[in-house]
């Protein structure tokens, strides 16, 4: 008797949230649809260390070649894992990127759970402008300097749920990390 080897539960649930949590910021605001035509990555914050390892190990044999990249930023530990079957993000569009990152050390500050995903906008001037002119919706306008990549940051709701448009996609940050030595595979 075979398995079939099925998506985590508790991630699939979380991804599930968020999409829901999505859906409604969009169409309560009227968020330009333009702007989430290309799907990049999705966040998913652990609860702690623990939370961290197993959420590794539950997403690994959905990757390519059971491959997680791993970079510590800011004192955490982060892993970006190419899933082999991307998640439905939208009705029509599906996302292949995850990151895992643990918390912050002040335990009650992060979202736990998907806390964004992010489209990637190649003209982000052109995105903020957008983004300017929808009402209800405040934008913050982020930068790596030394990556030259530039982000723009929503906050959908309460529970600090994010929607962030990139001008940079994550497999380019990913490799640019891999070359340069600050991130490995394992």
């Known amino acids: ?11 699939n649930d979380l991804v599930s949230d968020y999409r829901g949590q999505l859906d409604y910021f969009a169409y309560s605001v009227d968020f330009p649809p333009i702007l989430l035509q290309e799907p990049d990555h999705m966040m998913l914050k652990a609860a702690d ?12 044999p ?59 906008c190649p003209d982000i001037n052109k995105a903020e402008k957008l983004v300017n002119n929808t009402k209800g919706v405040t934008v913050e306008r982020l930068h790596d300097e030394p990556r030259h990549w530039r982000w723009l940051n929503i906050v ?9 448009l990139s001008d940079t996609k994550l497999e380019e940050i990913v490799e640019q990390e891999l070359e340069d030595g600050t991130a490995r595979l394992i």
């Not at 008797?1 to 991630?11: H, K, N, V």
């Not at 260390?49 to 690994?60: L, Q």
């Not at 955490?76 to 993000?89: D, G, I, K, M, W």
């Not at 309460?158 to 962030?164: F, K």
């Open 49 to 60: 260390p623990v939370d961290f390892a197993e959420k590794v190990r539950e997403i690994k």
């Open 156 to 164: 959908m709701n309460g529970s600090g749920q994010e929607l962030r």
């Open 62 to 120: 959905w990757t390519e070649k059971e491959e997680v990249a791993f970079m510590e930023l800011d004192w955490r530990f982060l892993a970006v894992a190419r899933l082999v079957v991307p998640y439905t993000l939208t009705p029509s569009r599906h996302i292949g990127w995850l990151e895992i990152m643990e918390p912050k050390e002040a335990r009650g500050y992060d979202y736990i759970g998907v806390e964004y995903a992010s489209f990637h």
């Open 1 to 11: 008797m075979s398995e079939i080897l099925t998506p985590p539960e508790d991630i």
